[in-house]
């Protein structure tokens, strides 16, 4: 059974980088398939940030291009995201998922907040 | 980017009730589409992929059809634990991009 776990810091200063990670049992990531980020503000939808194919392509949301890094480190079987020059529009749930071309998003991680505030 | 438009936003129904979402897509995404249910502090869980493929361990009253640029997804019997917040993901192109949602409410 695939499982994944975001953690990271629940508090971030203005400007500084967000960084989190996700970590995968179950399923070694670099057997395949996609590895995403998702993101929802409060009360707000859903918003892809961007995903990663181990050994493949890297794809950014073109609203965060310019700020967003997801990179993979197989050894710990996990995934990272790094999002730069944040602001308080950027606190939200951030969520991580394995990503199929043929069937999309699942799973999905339990989400963890990051609050942007000094 | 493909741009979803999901319809209505919010909609009001009560238990035994068959109801009716859909998302509109931009461009056409032959049948790269998955819907999403969504209850108050929980990951989405995934309900439909490929459209109209149920994912294993969710109840038949789901079922998804669709393809190309208009998709919908309909709850034949509303049962209480129904009442959630839905969402349409397209993947077939990158960025992949959700619908706005759907909030189901109890009548």
């Keep these: 059974q695939v499982q994944l776990q975001e953690s990271g810091p629940g508090l971030v200063k203005p400007s500084e980088t967000l960084s989190l990670n996700c970590t995968v049992s179950g399923y070694s990531i670099s057997s395949g398939y996609y590895w995403g980020w998702?993101?929802?503000?409060p009360g707000k939808g859903l918003e892809w940030i961007?995903?990663?194919y181990v050994g493949g392509s890297t794809y950014y949301n073109p609203s965060h291009k310019s700020r967003v890094t997801i990179s993979a480190d197989t050894s710990k079987n996990?995934?990272?995201l790094k999002l730069s020059s944040v602001t308080a529009a950027d606190?939200?749930?951030?969520?991580?998922a394995r990503v199929s071309t043929m069937s999309g998003a699942d799973p999905w991680g339990q989400g963890t907040l990051v609050t942007v505030s000094s | 980017d493909i741009q979803m438009t999901q319809s209505p936003s919010s909609l009001s129904a009560s238990v035994g009730d068959r109801v009716t979402i859909t998302c509109r897509a931009s461009q056409g995404i032959r049948s790269d589409l998955g819907w999403y249910q969504q209850k108050p502090g929980k990951a989405p869980k995934r309900l439909i992929y490929a459209a109209s493929s149920l994912q294993s361990g969710v109840p038949s009253r789901f079922s998804g059809s669709g393809s190309g640029t208009e998709f919908t997804l309909t709850i034949s019997s509303l049962?209480?634990?129904?009442?959630?917040?839905?969402y349409c993901l397209q993947y077939e192109s990158h960025p992949h991009t959700f619908g706005q949602g759907t909030k189901l409410e109890i009548k």
């Design chain 1, 78 to 80: 996990q995934f990272s």
């Design chain 1, 91 to 96: 606190t939200a749930v951030y969520y991580c």
């Design chain 1, 38 to 41: 998702i993101r929802q503000s």
């Design chain 2, 79 to 86: 049962q209480p634990e129904d009442f959630a917040t839905y």
């Design chain 1, 50 to 52: 961007g995903d990663i």
